[in-house]
């Protein structure tokens, strides 16, 4: 029987460490929980109880620890509300404080971080312009900062803020402070600069208790929000590949003669994942992409010490966050044995503790290995191969493309494909160009004419299975999602010889139709990587599977959540149809109460029953040929 797959992630600390929420993912929708911490040891959970039926994906501590705030997608679409509760286990008021305009009911709301004690929001509406704001929880009073079509709020406090700017693949950073608008780095066409945390302007940004009872203060010299924040310097940390080939971290500094920057860590042929500073300004942790693989540092900002790397209990690490004095950090790890669970590490004794009293639970695998692909054209690919188990028996193969195309394939726990390798199905997870992970050059090598590369990069993964893995040439299966979705249909549409099954999941199969129903900012911001609608009509039809339907002869299951505003339904529904006209095999899966993701546990349990048996019957079709 199939165990039941538990998971733990996205964890927020309280300032003085003392407090702990994180998302947890056991049954119907994910929810969060909150935990008291004494040292290390960890309570009891009790559920942050809300009004509102769908998956909780973001939970933060405010700056006075008296809040928790809630990001929440309703029935599991791709809008998203923003709810706060107080951490009194007592109190079991929530309230929601995204507000609407009658004009625009069905606006979308993403939780960034907390300004002090106010949330940091951004507001975008059906127009998709993004208002970057700030609003407080007590009574829903809203501060907009910024507003602009492409415009994502990174960071505020004390009167400057940080707004991302630019279209997939080209975006910039700039510092706000009243109405001054400042660039923070050279103009570099193609590079990405993505996050920041603004760190002080004369005073440590945020002095708070720390988990030995220092003295509390919240600094917080501008509540004007602007009347005089345009006086002396802002400093802020930022992630960036400005410059150079990898992201790395850089440290800006805004004063009234202009803007002086230089880079703080770096790691030469490795981007920077993510990082957090602590709020008094003595600590940053860094995760490293190694090949898609995390490594851990901490860097002592005041000497700019950088140490070891601190092993960490699994190959990947994600969802950063650090109490305010530094004490500790605490980030979601994961392998293919080990699924996402909620690690606590001390950067100064290197020493680690798992939170969860229930912990995380689910179906396992063998760590993949790391192989290389080289495509027809010599770029090099790397991919993680999945072998099945011994004694079982391999039937076929599976490869799984990933999102984005920014996305990363990486040895990080998956819950579907224990069950495929169970059934004796090897999976490849290729990294084909346009990948994130692996520098701007790669990311920017599958850009508008380029993609007809990355859809070969497919075909080179099919042929590397069969004279690498003996994979028989008649049983290779295609899969994704969301891009890597539309990847797979296009792969068996312009490939289809070489494919004795697919499977796309919430995938794109006309860039045209795509461009006309998805979200108005999803589309402006996609431009850059597939072309603009109107200029590059011609190619975006040459790129969509759906034109070329009558070439497509693999089994295709359709898989979509009904809630998806993010790659409609009607991209998986318009392609059924017209393989049901060209009497091509194929099936649509549609999960009603979901979207984008398929979050709901049932769901995803469905999908993995549904993917094995698809591909089963595939192969048994084949060897019987």
């Given at each position: 029987?199939?165990?039941?797959?538990r998971?733990?992630?996205g964890?927020s600390?309280s300032?003085?460490?003392?407090?702990?929420?994180?998302?947890?993912?056991?049954g119907?929708?994910?929810?969060?929980?909150?935990?008291?911490?004494?040292?290390?040891?960890?309570?009891?959970?009790?559920?942050?109880e809300?009004?509102?039926e769908?998956p909780?994906?973001?939970?933060?501590?405010?700056?006075?620890?008296?809040?928790?705030?809630?990001q929440?997608?309703?029935?599991g679409?791709?809008r998203?509300q923003?709810?706060?509760?107080?951490?009194?286990?007592?109190?079991?008021?929530?309230?929601?404080?995204?507000?609407?305009?009658?004009?625009?009911?069905?606006?979308?709301?993403?939780?960034?971080?907390?300004?002090?004690?106010?949330?940091?929001a951004?507001?975008?509406?059906?127009?998709?312009?993004?208002?970057?704001?700030?609003?407080?929880?007590?009574?829903g009073?809203?501060?907009v900062?910024?507003?602009?079509?492409?415009?994502?709020?990174?960071d505020a406090?004390?009167?400057?803020a940080?707004?991302?700017?630019?279209?997939?693949?080209?975006?910039?950073?700039?510092?706000?402070?009243?109405?001054?608008?400042t660039?923070?780095?050279?103009?570099?066409?193609?590079?990405?600069?993505?996050?920041?945390?603004i760190?002080?302007?004369?005073?440590?940004?945020?002095?708070?208790?720390?988990?030995?009872?220092?003295?509390?203060?919240?600094?917080h010299?501008?509540?004007?929000?602007?009347?005089?924040?345009?006086e002396?310097?802002?400093?802020?940390?930022?992630r960036?590949?400005?410059?150079?080939?990898h992201?790395?971290?850089?440290?800006?500094?805004?004063?009234?003669?202009?803007?002086?920057?230089?880079?703080?860590?770096?790691?030469?042929?490795?981007?920077?994942d993510?990082?957090?500073?602590?709020?008094?300004?003595?600590?940053?942790a860094?995760?490293?992409?190694?090949?898609?693989?995390?490594?851990?540092?901490?860097l002592?900002?005041?000497?700019?010490?950088?140490?070891?790397?601190?092993?960490l209990?699994?190959?990947?690490?994600?969802?950063?966050?650090?109490?305010?004095?530094?004490?500790?950090v605490?980030?979601?790890?994961?392998?293919?044995?080990?699924?996402?669970?909620?690690?606590?590490?001390?950067?100064?004794?290197?020493?680690?503790?798992?939170?969860?009293?229930?912990?995380?639970?689910?179906?396992?695998?063998?760590?993949?290995?790391?192989?290389?692909?080289?495509?027809?054209?010599?770029?090099?690919?790397?991919?993680?191969?999945?072998?099945?188990?011994?004694?079982?028996?391999?039937?076929g193969?599976?490869?799984?493309l990933?999102g984005?195309?920014?996305?990363?394939?990486?040895?990080?726990?998956?819950?579907?494909?224990?069950?495929?390798?169970?059934?004796?199905?090897?999976?490849?997870?290729?990294?084909?160009?346009?990948?994130?992970?692996?520098?701007?050059?790669?990311?920017?090598?599958?850009?508008?004419?380029l993609?007809?590369?990355?859809i070969?990069?497919?075909a080179?993964?099919?042929?590397?299975?069969i004279?690498?893995e003996?994979?028989?040439?008649d049983?290779?299966?295609c899969?994704?999602?969301?891009?890597?979705?539309?990847?797979?249909?296009?792969?068996l549409?312009?490939?289809?010889?070489?494919?004795?099954?697919?499977?796309?999941?919430?995938?794109?199969?006309?860039?045209?139709?795509?461009y006309?129903?998805t979200?108005?900012?999803?589309a402006?911001a996609?431009?850059?990587?597939?072309?603009?609608?109107?200029?590059?009509?011609?190619?975006?039809?040459?790129?969509?599977?759906?034109?070329?339907?009558?070439?497509?002869?693999?089994?295709?299951?359709?898989?979509?959540?009904?809630?998806?505003?993010?790659?409609?339904?009607?991209?998986?529904?318009?392609?059924?149809?017209?393989?049901r006209a060209?009497?091509?095999?194929?099936?649509?899966?549609?999960?009603?109460?979901?979207?984008h993701?398929?979050?709901?546990?049932?769901?995803?349990?469905?999908?993995?029953?549904?993917?094995?048996?698809?591909?089963?019957?595939?192969f048994?079709?084949a060897?019987?040929l």
């Open positions: 029987m199939r165990r039941q797959v998971a733990n992630y964890a600390l300032p003085d460490a003392t407090a702990f929420a994180h998302l947890v993912d056991d119907g929708f994910p929810r969060a929980v909150q935990r008291f911490l004494l040292g290390w040891r960890a309570s009891s959970s009790r559920d942050v809300l009004p509102v769908g909780v994906t973001r939970v933060m501590h405010s700056a006075d620890g008296h809040w928790l705030a809630c929440v997608a309703p029935d679409s791709d998203f923003i709810w706060v509760v107080t951490t009194d286990p007592d109190d079991r008021d929530a309230r929601r404080i995204d507000s609407w305009p009658m004009d625009q009911p069905d606006g979308s709301a993403e939780l960034i971080g907390w300004d002090g004690t106010q949330v940091a951004i507001l975008t509406g059906e127009d998709g312009v993004g208002s970057s704001c700030l609003i407080d929880p007590a009574d009073a809203t501060i900062l910024d507003r602009r079509t492409a415009g994502r709020l990174v406090w004390a009167g400057a940080l707004v991302r700017v630019g279209p997939r693949g080209y975006r910039d950073l700039i510092m706000l402070r009243g109405l001054t608008e660039a923070l780095l050279p103009y570099d066409p193609g590079s990405t600069t993505d996050l920041g945390f760190l002080d302007d004369h005073s440590p940004r945020r002095l708070r208790s720390g988990p030995m009872g220092e003295s509390f203060t919240l600094y010299p501008a509540k004007d929000y602007g009347l005089n924040s345009t002396g310097y802002v400093r802020a940390l930022i960036s590949d400005n410059g150079g080939s992201a790395r971290l850089i440290e800006v500094t805004t004063t009234a003669e202009g803007v002086s920057y230089h880079v703080v860590a770096e790691k030469p042929g490795f981007d920077l993510e990082f957090v500073v602590s709020d008094d300004m003595s600590t940053v860094l995760l490293w992409n190694v090949n898609g693989c995390s490594e851990l540092q901490i002592e900002y005041a000497d700019n010490t950088l140490s070891e790397p601190i092993p209990p699994g190959l990947v690490a994600t969802e950063l966050t650090i109490s305010a004095g530094g004490s500790m605490a980030m979601t790890v994961e392998s293919p044995s080990l699924p996402p669970t909620v690690e606590l590490v001390d950067p100064r004794s290197r020493e680690w503790q798992r939170v969860d009293r229930e912990p995380s639970e689910g179906p396992l695998t063998a760590d993949p290995t790391l192989e290389v692909v080289v495509a027809r054209d010599g770029m090099e690919l790397t991919g993680w191969l999945y072998r099945p188990p011994a004694p079982v028996e391999p039937v193969a599976m490869i799984f990933h984005g195309p920014e996305g990363q394939s990486r040895p990080g726990y998956n819950e579907y494909y224990p069950a495929l390798l169970a059934a004796g199905i090897t999976v490849f997870t290729p990294n084909v160009r346009g990948s994130g992970g692996f520098g701007r050059a790669f990311m920017h090598a599958d850009d508008k004419e993609r007809f590369a990355a070969d990069d497919v080179d993964c099919v042929r590397y299975l004279e690498h003996a994979v028989p040439a049983r290779v299966a899969c994704g999602w969301s891009y890597g979705g539309y990847l797979t249909q296009a792969a549409t312009f490939h289809p010889e070489l494919f004795a099954a697919g499977i796309s999941i919430c995938g794109m199969s006309d860039l045209n139709t795509w006309r129903n979200e108005p900012w999803i402006a996609a431009y850059p990587k597939y072309g603009h609608p109107i200029g590059d009509r011609d190619l975006l039809e040459r790129l969509s599977p759906l034109l070329r339907a009558p070439a497509l002869t693999a089994p295709l299951l359709l898989v979509h959540g009904g809630n998806d505003t993010n790659v409609p339904p009607s991209e998986s529904q318009q392609m059924f149809d017209a393989l060209l009497d091509r095999t194929v099936e649509l899966l549609v999960f009603d109460d979901d979207g993701e398929i979050v709901k546990r049932e769901n995803r349990a469905a999908l993995v029953n549904a993917m094995t048996t698809w591909l089963l019957k595939a048994s079709a060897s019987v």
